[in-house]
Every structure is written in structure tokens, then in C-alpha cells.
């Protein structure tokens, strides 16, 4: 035994000498964007509550009920006795609200990662071919390595390249795996040429839309995400979102071609063997949804803290990546200077986590900042003074 926790000791020690141990914050208490963290009081800017709904009455109101009514757990998969009324009711409204294609139907996942894999489990397999943006979050990395098709990736953003890639491919099956916005740089993707290569190499487009849904959208008037952002449909597009981001629950939804939900809920492996997402949960994303539909000034809010931040970032040192949506990077480099900067702003009350590779390419270590509704212009302002701050250190 001995041996075998020495050497998991050395990896650690060695990835820790990297700048790479990652530690987990304690949040005590919050009323966003403020929080109590280690016994602290904190200005945040590393949630993805876009739309602040995470303590919305109304959300909490519906948990609530929800437990009442059908108690905490779901007690079974959906395939076995778990799939509650809530969880029915809310597929139908997100099947005919995203509506990828005529007909779509949609399908609920305890979380984002399951269903991504469970996307891409289902629909490629040995023979096939996921072409995916060098960028993609983990999780759909993870999904393509796990249904053995050949894995492709693509310089980030580059259609010139993906073309030629699918071009060459022999592939049985194609897939085209894309988040729509990514991740940890913000920018979105441009889905308008994938569905066009799509439709030329006869694929199937993935677009994981965590950080889109609820936010992008008819100029912040709908909040359904990057296909409303870009007006597209088609039956090729199978569209994921998370509800754990700007929906402030948890969980996720595929919205796509009813064949290709059929497939998911007859093979997909991370659908059929894990217990559903409590009923109650169900409950408040249908509270969130009202709200994400009704409440414009959210996103409008949003918009604002948007532009503010980009023109008070400007005369910092680092460089600011091109985003327009909620996630705005501030690139230091390497990992030690991205913690020391973190830990500058943690010592004047701001909490803003620094990202590292894996999570980011080496040397492109990075403050992931996210703004909310419920920050004030006054708190990106109080951001980017303590930045100039460090900077000037
Ligand atoms: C782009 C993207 N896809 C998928 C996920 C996974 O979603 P979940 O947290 O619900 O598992 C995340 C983040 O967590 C994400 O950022």
C-alpha cells in the first residue's frame, strides 16, 4: 500500500511544483454577487449564474413544492420508475421552445457531461468520425474517446480546416462536436458555417450551448440560445444545454430530431444507468424557464455590465480576450502568475479563480471572469480598479 500512495504523492508533488494543485473554496454563505468564502466576505466573479436566478424566490418556492409533492430523490432511472410528472412536463415545453427542427423533442440529464456523452455515445460509434474544435469543453473530448470513434480535432474556430478534414474522411458516420460558446474564452462559435459543412459532408452538428442558453438570443429578448442568436434549425443539429448555468439549477437537456432522441433513451449508457434528477429539481427549472423567457432586463443588465467591463479593462497589462458574452478572460500566462494575480484580488475581496492547463493550453493561464445580473456597473468598476491595482505593483 505503501508503494502505491508514494507514487500518488510524487504525481501530486510534481504537479503542485507546476502551479497546478487545485483547492477547493468553502462558500459559506451567499446573496450573489456577494459570498461568504473561508470565513470571508467576497465580491464574485467566477459564477455561471448568468441570469442570477440561483436564489430566486420563485425557483426556491418550486423546489419546495416539488418536494413536498413527490420528495427528494427520484428513487430510480427514468427508464425504471423515475421519470416523474415535472420531468415530462418540462422535455415537452424545451422540445417545442428550442425546436432545433420541426417535430423536436427534448430529453433531461442529471448534467451536462452525461449528456454529452450520452450525445455522442449514441450517435457515433467504431467506423465513425467526430470532428471537434480544439477548444470543446472536456467533456465532449471525453464522450468521442468513449464511443471509440476516430477523433478529429480542428484548429479552434477553423472552418477552412474542418472542411478539409471532413473531406478526407471515409468515416461511416460523421459528427461535428462544437461548444457554442466556449468555454473559457467567451467567443462564439460560428454555427451558421458548421451547419453548412454539415449539410455538405451529410454530418450530425453537436452544439453544446452550457454558456449560451438563457443568455444569447434576439438581442436578450428570448434567452433560447445560440440557434435563436443565429436563427438556425435543421434536423442535423442535436443541441445541449446545461440548467445548472444561467437556468441557477442543475442538470441539462438534448433537444433534436425525435429519431435521434429515440436513440439516446434506447442506448445511451449515461441515460439508462443513473438514478434521474430529483422531480423538485424538474420543478424549478420549469420556474426558471418562466423566468428566463420573461425577465429581458436580466440579460439587458448583463449586456450593460458587458460593454463596462471591456472599456474598464482596456488599459490593463493582460490581454483581454474578444468575447461578448458573460465570460470575459483575462489572460496572464503562465500558471504561478495567474495564481498570484487570483490571490492579489482575493486579499482586496474579490474572488475570481485562476484557470490552468488542462482546463486551458499550456501557457495561456488565465482570470476566468464572469459577470452576472446581479452585479452593478459599481462592482466591475471595483474589478477593474483592483487590477490596476496589482498591475501596478
Ligand atoms: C461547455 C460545457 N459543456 C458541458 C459542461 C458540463 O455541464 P455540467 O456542469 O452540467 O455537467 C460544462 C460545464 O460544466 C461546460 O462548460
Redesign the pocket.
Known amino acids: 500500500m505503501s508503494q502505491l500512495t508514494t507514487e500518488l504523492d510524487a504525481t501530486l508533488a510534481a504537479r503542485a511544483a507546476c502551479g497546478l494543485s487545485r483547492v477547493r473554496r468553502i462558500v459559506e454563505a451567499r446573496d450573489a454577487p456577494r459570498c461568504r468564502v473561508d470565513g470571508r466576505e467576497m465580491l464574485h466573479f467566477g459564477s ?1 449564474d448568468y441570469l442570477a436566478l440561483a436564489q430566486h424566490p420563485r425557483l426556491v418556492e418550486a423546489v419546495c413544492e416539488g418536494a413536498v409533492r413527490y420528495g427528494v430523490g427520484a428513487g430510480a432511472s427514468h427508464l425504471i420508475s423515475g421519470h416523474f410528472q415535472p420531468h415530462e412536463s418540462i422535455e415537452r415545453e424545451l422540445g417545442r421552445w428550442i425546436a432545433p427542427c420541426r417535430g423536436a423533442r427534448a430529453l433531461l440529464f442529471s ?6 456523452l450520452a450525445i455522442v455515445t449514441a450517435l457515433a460509434a467504431r467506423n465513425d468520425t467526430v470532428f471537434a474544435d480544439r477548444l ?2 472536456a ?2 473530448n471525453d464522450a468521442a474517446l468513449l464511443s471509440r470513434a476516430a477523433f478529429v480535432r480542428y484548429p479552434h474556430v477553423d472552418i477552412d480546416a474542418l472542411d478539409r478534414r471532413l473531406a478526407a474522411s471515409r468515416a461511416r458516420r460523421k459528427l461535428i462536436a462544437t ?1 457554442a ?3 473559457m474564452d467567451g467567443d462564439i462559435a460560428p454555427l451558421p458555417l458548421l451547419l453548412e459543412l454539415a449539410d455538405a459532408h451529410d454530418a450530425w452538428l453537436v452544439i ?1 450551448d ?2 449560451g442558453f438563457g443568455v444569447l438570443g434576439d438581442r436578450h429578448l428570448c434567452g433560447r440560445g445560440a440557434l435563436a442568436h443565429f436563427g438556425m434549425s435543421s434536423a442535423r443539429i442535436v443541441y ?1 444545454a ?4 444561467a437556468a441557477g439549477v ?3 437537456f438534448v433537444a433534436a430530431h425525435s429519431s435521434a432522441i429515440d436513440m439516446l433513451i434506447q442506448t445511451a449508457r449515461s441515460y439508462m444507468f443513473t438514478t434521474a434528477s430529483p422531480p423538485m429539481l424538474a420543478c424549478a427549472i420549469e420556474a426558471s424557464i418562466a423566468l428566463i423567457k420573461r425577465e429581458t432586463a436580466r440579460r439587458a443588465q448583463l449586456s450593460v455590465l458587458i460593454d463596462r467591463w471591456r472599456i474598464a479593462a482596456q488599459s490593463l497589462p493582460w490581454r483581454l480576450l474578444p468575447s461578448e458574452t458573460a465570460i470575459q478572460p483575462l489572460v496572464i500566462g503562465g500558471n504561478e502568475d495567474a495564481l498570484r494575480v487570483s490571490a492579489a484580488l482575493w486579499d482586496r475581496g474579490i474572488w475570481v479563480p485562476a484557470i490552468r492547463p488542462p482546463t486551458v493550453p499550456r501557457g495561456s493561464a488565465r482570470l476566468r471572469i464572469t459577470l452576472t445580473a446581479a452585479h452593478t456597473t459599481d462592482d466591475v468598476e471595483t474589478l477593474a480598479e483592483a487590477l490596476r491595482d496589482i498591475a501596478a505593483e
Request: proline share 0%; with cysteine.
Open positions: 455561471n448534467s451536462g457531461y452525461l449528456a454529452n470543446n469543453h467533456c465532449l461548444d460558446v466556449f468555454s453544446d452550457a454558456h445541449m446545461t440548467l445548472g448555468k442543475a442538470g441539462a
